[in-house]
């Protein structure tokens, strides 16, 4: 009879992988070495498979099409960030009956034989996972393109997926990627909603996870813990727990938190108290308009052609009148993509022009990150010449 024997969640912000200057090298590290004992811990539980929820930076499923849930059961996971590749083992016997299991719990399931995943999954691929040869399952929940699943429709996922892997042999650790508090590309960048995620992190500690799973996605989106929805699976499949905190750091632009699981709620619980929640009715994230189409496409396309981003970095005028962009957002991307030239190599990783005219802001913040990383390039090359 299979089990669950680990349950876990980290962080997988981009900055673990690029390191620009501006962040602080200490709080990366401190993640990064959380996120090494996490695999320590699996090599304790010994699974014979990972089961990984994670979310999509509009890397994925962006403008082609944005599933709720998507199972990838192919041979092999592939994930790409940063010039590099991971492409460890799927276990597909558990991964197709998780699929088919789930679907006729009715669950709308999508799948994926091929699909490309990003930094999400690459950061437990690459820190967590490591050299380890343990089978993984990826499994997709949308976190920044509503309509988004609630955390109580996310649990129920993670229910039936520990019914799916009792009825197998195998011994089965899970784990979520995402959270917590951050709001890419929006004007909120740099003001994250730290008192949330250290209210969050007391009430799970004290095996509240209801005080999480009854959020709803509006409230999720207001203190910009949407990435947070990979942990509701998680936390259906273990059923009471109480979390251990093994890192949690705050930088100037987000939440790092890795953190572990363990069954039942601690002999010292304390009671749960509500988080005082604005309840503004707009959002920091919507699925964009159609009037920006153009705009969104450019910023996904660049981010997976070299060679449109050279052309962008020397030409924005010509490759946005390609895509037939407005002149004003040839400037606004124009402007978004420079390095400042002060002295410093910090970027200007402000996105809200662009969000202001329609891109959404993960798409756009990303696409930021690659012309930058592009631009950092050119200039040390032009330097050692």
């Known amino acids: 009879m299979g089990q669950i024997v680990a349950a876990m969640a980290t962080v997988h912000a981009p900055q673990l992988f690029t390191r620009p200057p501006e962040e602080d090298p200490a709080q990366l590290d401190a993640g990064i070495n959380a996120m090494r004992e996490l695999g320590r811990r699996l090599d304790e539980a010994k699974p014979d498979a ?17 599933p709720t849930f998507a199972v990838i059961c192919g041979e092999r996971a592939s994930a790409k960030f940063a010039g590099k590749t991971w492409t460890p083992p799927i276990h597909r016997g558990l991964a197709e009956e998780i699929l088919d299991g789930l679907v006729r719990r009715d669950f709308d399931m999508s799948y994926s034989q091929d699909a490309v995943l990003g930094h999400s999954f690459a950061a437990p691929f690459e ?4 050299s380890r040869e343990i089978p993984v399952v990826p499994i997709f929940v ?44 929006t004007v909120r960048y740099y003001r994250p909603a730290f ?39 998680v936390l259906g499949a273990i059923g009471e727990q109480h979390m251990e905190t093994l890192s949690y750091q705050q930088t100037p632009h987000h939440g790092h938190a890795v953190v572990y699981f363990h069954p039942g709620k601690p002999a010292d619980a304390l009671p749960s108290k509500p988080y005082r929640f604005e309840n503004h009715p707009y959002h920091f994230y919507d699925h964009p308009a159609i009037s920006a189409y153009r705009l969104n496409k450019l910023l996904y396309e660049s981010r997976f052609k070299p060679q449109l981003r050279l052309r962008l970095l020397t030409d924005p005028a010509t490759v946005g009148a390609e895509y037939g962009l407005r002149p004003d957002q040839i400037e606004s991307l124009r402007v978004a993509c420079r390095l400042e030239h ?23 913040l990303m696409a930021i990150h690659v012309l930058q990383a592009e631009q950092r390039r050119l200039r040390r090359e032009n330097t050692a010449a």
């Open 127 to 130: 820190w967590v996972l490591g």
């Open 142 to 185: 949308n976190t920044y393109l509503p309509p988004l699943p609630s955390a109580r429709r996310c649990a129920p996922l993670g229910r039936a997926l520990a019914e799916i892997v009792a009825s197998r042999p195998e011994r089965v650790a899970v784990l979520a990627s995402g959270g917590m508090s951050h709001y890419p590309g």
């Open 342 to 364: 002060n002295g410093t190599d910090k970027p200007a990783l402000d996105a809200d022009p662009l969000v202001k005219l329609g891109a959404h802001p993960v798409g756009a």
């Open 50 to 66: 990972l089961v990984i929820f994670a979310s999509d930076h509009m890397e994925t499923f962006f403008l082609q099409s944005v």
């Open 195 to 233: 008192d949330f995620d250290q209210w969050c992190i007391r009430e799970l500690e004290n095996g509240h996870s209801d005080s999480f799973l009854n959020l709803s996605c509006e409230q999720l989106d207001e203190v910009g813990n949407t990435e947070m929805l990979p942990w509701a699976p």
